[in-house]
């Protein structure tokens, strides 16, 4: 899922996203998602087996990712090289002595397998919206059960699903 029209389209500071409660899973590399400038909370989603990165950006945005369940994929070989993927966050297009500045937070996640998140930017102390705007993530040890049935669903022409 790519949140942001384009890198030159500013006006995206002011989209809010809410990605809760999906299964991210097998044959996904990447973008779960990547935002262009913006506000993204990620709530009580099942990443496993990304291939990339999970969770992604440019041009800003602020993410912040609370009570996730990160089960990093396990190493594997191309040709010679290992290949790691391991770490959940990828900011695209910018230099760390720019990207150490976005607010991208973790709170309550849970990591598995060597799965970790690099955070950056100032200690999230006041959250951007009201309560009343904000879903209340439970932590990421919750996430097996809120997102058992997550997915997509088996439908078939002619057929209830």
Known sequence: MLFGASNDYSEDKIMQITLAFNHFGKRLVQRMPRARFGFV??????????????????????IISEGNRFIGPYNKMLGNDLINSKEITKREYTEESEWK???WRSINDEYINGAFFVQSGPELKDRPFSQKDMIKAKPGSFVGRLTRYSGNLRCRVGEPC
């Open 101 to 103: 500045t976005w607010q």
């Open 41 to 62: 909370h990620c709530v009580n989603n099942d990443y496993t087996h990304w291939e990339m990165y999970a969770i992604g950006g440019s041009q800003n945005p602020t």
